[in-house]
């Protein structure tokens, strides 16, 4: 007897979405609907919210920004040629303006005459904007414990993402950006709205 | 502090900028002009050379006055391995210049060797040449795809990057790291080369001409790269002697000097190789000089693999006890090698009292360590004398008449590495 | 063989097994340099490196030191006794290894050997590769370098107070625990 009867239509008024014909009784079905068919247009939509739309998208191109430094740059560039392509993700146009950049991956060791500047390109990109903090010489400060380098980059700027390895392989930093999406797509905010620099 | 301000100028013909051999400043006639913009090629910037700050006085499209800014990736190598013991000391050197990570290391270990007197087994000088060579290829594909990339070749990016991945699957395979490999021992090598070795690098030795072909299809006879790199940045052989050029920006400037043939280290005097000279000293001369750089060092490799596969079983570390770790079997049964184990892992071994200089051909130029010992386990002072760091001195000088769109094609031929640079 | 008693200011000189080392005056240094270049043939000054000698010596060094051939047991190293390396003259030494490019890749080291407070003559008219180095070397090391064109700190901000490759300098960093690396 179950199986007889018909699966229930879902509705767009069950969604709580009034269509226009609701509101106007006399309009027949518009033609995009014409051309799917009426009662199917429940069907051949999908439905998201906002917010969800738009991290996806945001996810699927996530630029990031040049900012190599030293050995783990190397690694860096790696992932863009073509064995670990990065263009798969959408990733492979790293801008090199901080305004049109959305990650910064710190790839390097940052010494304290490059903090002011790595703060600066921080401070101008436009939100939301992650950071990765690739290799342990930008996690912790790496094999360097000296009165040079910065013991850790989330002392100026909040982190997202820490990458451990001296240098991280490129499938090391792929991880890392996947994790990064993943993150975002389950809704984490980014790092500047739940946490402060580190102290 | 300064007293006296002496004229730099040292001979007729120079282009090297007077006051200061590093700068380059306004000629007197721009002076007071409001028609120079100063332009600040910040430490972050579209081309992939690492933190150098450029402070550029642009009139117009030509560059009239320019000066170098580094110390932004400035490390502290040296204070650093003066509190490590040697042992520890070995992981340092390889971050300098981290695109030929392999020639740090080299250097440094032949400094404490020398100092300590100690035999190397062959095995593992061949090896080691082996391995700098792979490494002068690997730099030189690195400079190759990231100048071309910044000229506007982009897809030599690509090409170069590919070849590179195999380079660092053997090393990989031998090291087990792709980059930073700390393979070299104060002695010898970490571990015996593993089998299956010999045949990969056989076939990347077979391919890479075939590789370089591709390249120099791309790029030798294209009209744009000539036109940019032709004629551009020019440095004479008198001038890059006197900024202390060493290497390939040295061989392009019409200079005949190459360490591993003038100065032998390890056994470059027993294989054969031409070293690639150019006269002119233009970026054009400088990317000749590392193409045919890459495609005798696939020769010197070759000629590695060919003497390596016949040295089978041999050893791979020198058997001095009281510098090189035992091997592990001998700590159950020995109870002398227990000792040096122990003595060796917690103090350090000590090395003589002294000071050297050791020089190799990095695939930047003369790379030295310069190391004091005061006869206990932790050097005294060591010193590495960079080529980039040189090659960066001379930026002021090859950027005499450019244009700003010929910056970049300058700084990019130099070759420097800013790990190198800023120690 | 080269008579290295030449060179103007020369003070003594010791062979090793890379290079012969050759000690000058200080006051002269440029001239030496000059005659080393013009002279002798020397082209290129590959490198300018100071050392701090601050506390040497001040730690004993005994017991056996690994050479190649092994500890010979009839000639045990120090007997227990502390074996103190050779003093040095003064603080820092400033040693600048030169090049002649040519058969034989002859190599000499020029040292020159100052206090706290002594200036060294500037060898950037000789070789203009001195520059840098000279300023890495007051940078890192605080000896100042007469006649210099643009003596400013180099690889160090600009406001960094102090000369970090010196021995009173801390290595800095932060405390690790557990780590016998202060």
Redesign the interface.
């Known amino acids: 007897m179950a199986d007889d009867e018909p699966k229930p239509v879902t509705r767009l008024r069950d969604y709580g979405l009034q269509s226009e014909r609701l509101l106007w009784p006399t309009k027949g079905p518009s033609q995009f609907e014409e051309s799917l068919g009426v009662d199917e247009l429940e069907r051949a939509l999908g439905l998201t919210t906002l917010e969800k739309a738009v991290r996806w998208a945001q996810t699927k191109s996530m630029w990031p920004d040049t900012f190599g430094l030293a050995c783990c740059a190397i690694e860096m560039m790696s992932i863009v040629s073509s064995r670990y392509d990065l263009a798969r993700f959408g990733m492979e146009a790293f801008r090199s303006s901080p305004r049109q950049a959305d990650l910064l991956i710190v790839s390097g060791r940052v010494a ?2 490059m903090a002011e500047p790595l703060r600066q390109i921080y401070d101008q990109m436009l939100e939301p904007k992650w950071v990765i903090a690739m290799g342990v010489c930008a996690s912790s ?1 790496g094999m ?6 910065l ?1 850790g980059v989330d002392r100026i700027v909040p982190v997202d993402i820490y990458i451990p390895f001296c240098p991280p392989r490129p499938e090391a930093l792929m991880e890392g950006i996947i994790r990064l999406h993943e993150a975002h797509l389950a809704g984490i905010p980014p790092a500047y709205e739940r946490n402060g620099v580190a102290t | ?8 100028q ?1 001979y007729e013909g120079t282009r ?1 900028p007077e ?5 380059l400043d306004l000629p007197p006639e721009l002076r007071d002009s409001e028609d120079v913009l100063q332009v600040n090629f910040g430490p972050n910037h579209p081309s992939t050379h690492g933190v150098l700050r450029l402070i550029v006085d642009l009139h117009g499209e030509e560059v009239v006055g320019a000066s170098a800014v ?2 932004y990736l ?1 490390t ?1 190598f ?3 391995m003066e ?2 013991t040697y042992w520890k000391c070995v992981t340092y050197p390889e971050r300098i210049d981290y695109v030929g990570y392999q020639n740090n290391e080299l250097v440094f270990v032949l400094a404490v060797e ?1 100092l ?4 190397v087994p062959m095995k593992a000088t061949w090896m080691r040449m082996l391995l700098c060579e792979l490494n002068r290829i690997h730099s030189h594909l690195i400079y190759l795809g990231t100048s071309a990339l910044e000229l506007g070749a982009i897809s030599m990016f690509w090409y170069c990057f590919r070849e590179r991945e195999t380079i660092l699957d053997l090393f990989e395979l031998v090291t087990g790291q792709r980059m930073h490999t700390r393979y070299f021992q104060v002695g010898g090598l970490a571990e015996d080369i593993p089998s299956g070795f010999y045949p990969e690098c056989r076939k990347f030795v077979e391919w890479m001409p075939h590789a370089l072909d591709d390249y120099r299809g791309l790029l030798d006879k294209n009209q744009i790269w000539l036109e940019r790199t032709v004629g551009v940045g020019k440095l004479s052989a008198a001038d890059a ?4 050029q ?1 290497g390939p920006n040295l061989r392009a400037s019409g ?1 005949d ?1 190459d ?1 591993r043939r ?2 032998p280290y390890l056994h470059y005097d027993q294989v054969d190789f031409r070293v690639p000279v150019y006269p002119n000293g233009d970026v054009y001369d400088r990317y000749r000089v590392r193409m045919d750089e890459m495609l005798e060092s696939n020769r010197i490799v070759r000629q590695c693999l060919d003497r390596l596969e016949r040295m089978e079983g041999m050893p791979w570390i ?1 058997d ?4 090189v770790l035992p091997p592990r079997e001998e700590l159950h049964t020995s109870m002398e090698s227990l000792i040096h184990h122990f003595k060796i892992v917690t103090e350090g ?11 190799i051909e990095s695939p930047r130029g ?1 790379s ?1 360590c ?1 190391l ?1 010992s ?3 386990p932790k050097p ?2 060591v ?1 590495f ?1 960079a080529p980039s ?2 090659a ?2 001379a930026t002021a000088t090859c950027l005499r008449d450019t244009y700003v769109a010929d910056l970049i094609a300058v700084v990019g031929s130099l070759d420097a590495v800013m790990g190198d640079t ?2 | 063989m080269t008579q290295w008693s030449d060179l103007p200011g020369y003070v003594s000189e010791r062979a ?4 012969a ?1 050759v000690t000058i005056e200080r006051e002269r240094i440029r001239e030496a340099c000059e005659y080393a270049r013009d002279r002798l043939g020397f ?5 300018v ?1 100071a ?2 000698y601050l506390e ?2 001040g ?1 004993g ?1 005994s ?6 051939t ?2 010979d047991l009839n000639k045990p190293m120090t007997e227990g006794l502390q ?1 103190l ?2 003093l040095k003259p003064k603080r820092f030494s400033i ?1 600048y ?1 030169l ?1 002649g ?1 040519r ?3 002859p ?1 000499v ?1 020029l040292q020159c050997w100052a206090e706290d407070g002594e200036s060294v003559p ?1 060898v ?9 180095h000279e300023r ?1 070397t007051f940078d ?1 090391m605080g000896i ?8 400013e ?5 600009e406001d960094w107070e102090g000369h ?2 010196r021995k009173d ?6 405390p ?1 625990r557990f780590s016998d ?2």
Not at chain 3, 16 to 19: F, G, L, T, V
Not at chain 3, 43 to 47: I, L, P, Y
């Open positions: 304290h005459k400060g360097f414990n000296n009165y040079t380098i013991q | 502090m300064a007293t006296v301000v002496d004229k730099t040292i090297i006051r200061v051999p590093t700068i580094i110390g400035h502290g040296e204070k650093t509190s490590k020398q300590l007197e100690m035999n002697i006197a900024l202390g060493t200079v000097w360490l003038d100065q020198a001095d006890r009281k510098v071994f000590r090395v003589p009292a002294g000071e050297i200089y050791v020089a003369e030295g310069y004091v005061d006869g206990g005294w002072r010193h004398r760091f040189v960066l001195e800023d120690r | 090793s097994a890379d290079m080392t082209d290129m000054c590959v490198d490196v050392t701090d040497w010596g730690k060094v017991g056996y030191i690994g050479t190649a092994g500890r074996v390396p050779e040693s290894h090049l490019l058969q034989g890749a190599r080291r500037s950037v008219s000789v070789w203009p590769t001195c520059d840098w890495e890192l100042v370098f007469d006649g210099h064109p643009n003596l700190r180099l690889l160090m901000p970090p490759l300098y801390p290595l800095g960093g932060e690790v690396a202060e």
